[in-house]
T-cell receptor, first 112, second 112 residues
Framework: GENVEQHPSTLSVQEGDSAVIKCTYSDSASNYFPWYKQELGKRPQLIIDIRSNVGEKKDQRIAVTLNKTAKHFSLHITETQPEDSAVYFCASLRGGYQKVTFGIGTKLQVIP | NAGVTQTPKFQVLKTGQSMTLQCAQDMNHNSMYWYRQDPGMGLRLIYYSASEGTTDKGEVPNGYNVSRLNKREFSLRLESAAPSQTSVYFC???????????FGNGTRLTVT
């Protein structure tokens, strides 16, 4: 089955700096890659996603890049703010299937 | 429009007791999922239902059973609770086929 590795497990940045979280996947048939943000005590919520026919997608301060050849994708957050502090999960989905596989999560701390 | 509703929010069980976690969605989604979240292990899929009338095992199905009662409702049953099942349980739904997951608020279960 699919295996998703995520790193780092924890990340501390100064407010205003950029943060990058990286994930690799094992199944070359995976074609959908969402990112979820989970604030403390809350449910995970989708922040951005990318499909395999696209190399990069941006939404304001958040961007995701995908390298299908290397089977890795990354989340980039620019101009970080304290409200960006949360746990971020990457995930992947194989085309034609319904099982979404998650990485172990990255705890991001933005220091004011 | 409530989204995904889970009950109960908190539960404490003794080893060997049984209980059912309830989940309902009002978004007319085809697919529904049960995940458990443990520190350092991310979100692991227990069972999922790709459509009404079907259920399939995920990564960690042992000790659990599920029922897709109708399109709206997907319940998770613990027949004989064990301390290893202490976790936060999230129900989620999606349109399927690479659509984002919508999570409920979670159930925090403690088995003593």
């Amino acid at each position: 089955g699919e295996n998703v590795e995520q790193h780092p497990s924890t990340l501390s940045v100064q407010e205003g700096d950029s943060a990058v979280i990286k994930c690799t996947y094992s199944d070359s048939a995976s074609n959908y890659f969402p990112w979820y943000k989970q604030e403390l005590g809350k449910r995970p919520q989708l922040i951005i996603d990318i499909r395999s026919n696209v190399g990069e997608k941006k939404d304001q301060r958040i961007a995701v890049t995908l390298n299908k050849t290397a089977k890795h994708f990354s989340l980039h957050i620019t101009e970080t703010q304290p409200e960006d502090s949360a746990v971020y999960f990457c995930a992947s989905l194989r085309g034609g299937y319904q099982k979404v596989t998650f990485g172990i999560g990255t705890k991001l701390q933005v220091i004011p | 429009n409530a989204g995904v509703t889970q009950t109960p929010k908190f539960q404490v069980l003794k080893t060997g007791q049984s209980m059912t976690l309830q989940c309902a969605q009002d978004m007319n989604h085809n697919s529904m999922y049960w995940y458990r979240q443990d520190p350092g292990m991310g979100l692991r899929l227990i069972y999922y239902s790709a459509s009404e009338g079907t259920t399939d095992k995920g990564e960690v199905p042992n000790g659990y059973n599920v029922s897709r009662l109708n399109k709206r409702e997907f319940s998770l049953r613990l027949e004989s609770a064990a301390p290893s099942q202490t976790s936060v349980y999230f129900c989620a739904s999606s349109e399927g086929g690479g659509a984002p997951l919508h999570f409920g608020n979670g159930t925090r279960l403690t088995v003593t």
